[in-house]
């Protein structure tokens, strides 16, 4: 077996393929002009970030590199490779196969044969679908982010010293249960909310049965909240809201502060630093900007399942801004009709009257697993609709 975590050097064979696919000249010219695009009544507003951050153009550019150096063989990826339809699609035009899914969601590795190629994608795996891949002699080719794996590093360095984790993410993002996976104790919060309550519970010691069963799906095996949280170490999906991980990290803090007191801090509490990546800051910022120009209107645009996407939504909602999360042009049906993903929720919905006759400054961003082609396209389906 052996693992591939670095280009292959193919990179200049596989560029125009990339660019073809993927880029847009009218959306860079738009960046390099100001990020201002007038046109009949309408103008757009483009976020200063948004799009491949570095970490997703790694991971596709490994997978066609793949594709090209392991031409012969068999090639397998676990995942999708990113959260965008498109992009994932596209692999499959490489001969890049899926492995299917078990009843329970788990990978079915039995279709893997030795010396076929398995990729990894740009979340990780856990480390026990790891392990299993061990066994098969099979090439791996190993996309995850650099960002991701400085994650891992702080939870190995938890569980060495018996801290349990405490993961700000989603229980069923990929990118947590690989994080997770790296610790014997981990809980994972979503929110600041399920924060407070498990602090709540830290100070007022709660009732066992009502945290295992609020917390059943987001906890280590065996998990014991009246001993397991004695020592802590924060820990985060690296595409959370930054702010939000810092007021979580601040709260269990004050909490393990105030249960064993300054001078056995340290012996009960951990911080990891900042691990949410760079790109989703960059691209939460731009949002933040965004939202302070004259729009009425906001189009953020990535993969329904795109973690990072959904958090710039949530960014225009609490502004108060009307605003859409949709995966591709596909999404706007009609000047009338709209589908889109709720914030907060995995429920795709349709909504009318989404574009009116006054919404004439719109806010154009998208999540860093989106290609700008798709931008564009989306720009230009607006401005079509607009005339009818």
């Known amino acids: 077996m052996q693992i591939h975590r670095k280009s292959f050097g193919l990179r200049s064979q596989i560029q125009e393929s990339l660019d073809n696919l993927y880029e847009s000249s009218f959306i860079n010219d738009l960046r390099q002009s100001g990020g201002q695009y007038k046109v009949n009544d309408l103008t757009f507003y483009l976020a200063k970030v948004f799009g491949f951050c570095w970490g997703v153009d790694r991971a596709i550019s490994m997978a066609y590199e793949s594709a090209k150096f392991f031409k012969d063989k068999k090639i397998w990826i676990t995942n999708e490779i990113i959260h965008n339809p498109l992009v994932n699609d596209n692999l499959t035009k490489l001969n890049i196969n899926f492995l299917p899914k078990n009843s329970d969601n788990t990978i079915d590795f039995n279709l893997i044969k030795n010396d076929d190629v398995v990729i990894l994608p740009a979340f990780g795996v856990s480390k026990e679908d790891l392990n299993k891949l061990h066994g098969f002699g099979c090439h791996i080719v190993d996309t995850t982010c650099p960002w991701v794996s400085r994650v891992w590093n702080r939870i190995e360095k938890y569980e060495k010293q018996n801290f349990t984790a405490i993961i700000h993410g989603k229980y069923n993002h990929e990118e947590t249960i690989a994080t997770a ?35 059943k799906l987001a906890t280590s095996f065996n998990f014991n909240p009246k001993t397991d949280l004695d020592k802590i170490g924060i820990a985060n999906q690296t595409t959370m809201l930054k702010g939000e991980t810092e007021q979580i990290g601040k709260l269990f803090e004050k909490t393990i502060l105030t249960k064993f007191g300054p001078s056995y801090l340290d012996e009960h509490f951990m911080s990891p630093g900042d691990t949410i990546c760079d790109a989703t800051q960059e691209r939460q910022d731009a949002m933040l900007s965004l939202i302070q120009e004259p729009v009425n209107l906001i189009i953020v645009i990535g993969g329904f399942n795109s973690s990072n996407t959904g958090h710039l939504q949530e960014i225009a909602e609490s502004a108060k801004i009307k605003s859409f999360h949709i995966d591709g042009v596909n999404c706007l049906i009609s000047a009338n009709k709209i589908r889109h993903k709720i914030a907060h929720e995995s429920t795709i919905v349709t909504s009318e009257n989404w574009l009116s006759k006054s919404d004439v400054n719109i806010g154009i961003t998208s999540g860093a697993s989106t290609p700008n082609q798709v931008v564009a396209s989306v720009i230009e389906r607006i401005v079509e609709l607009s005339q009818t």
């Open 181 to 215: 996976s790296r610790s014997d104790k981990f809980l994972i919060v979503q929110n600041y909310d399920e924060a407070k309550w498990v602090c709540d519970f830290i100070l007022n010691d709660g009732d066992i049965d009502e945290f295992l069963l609020k917390f």
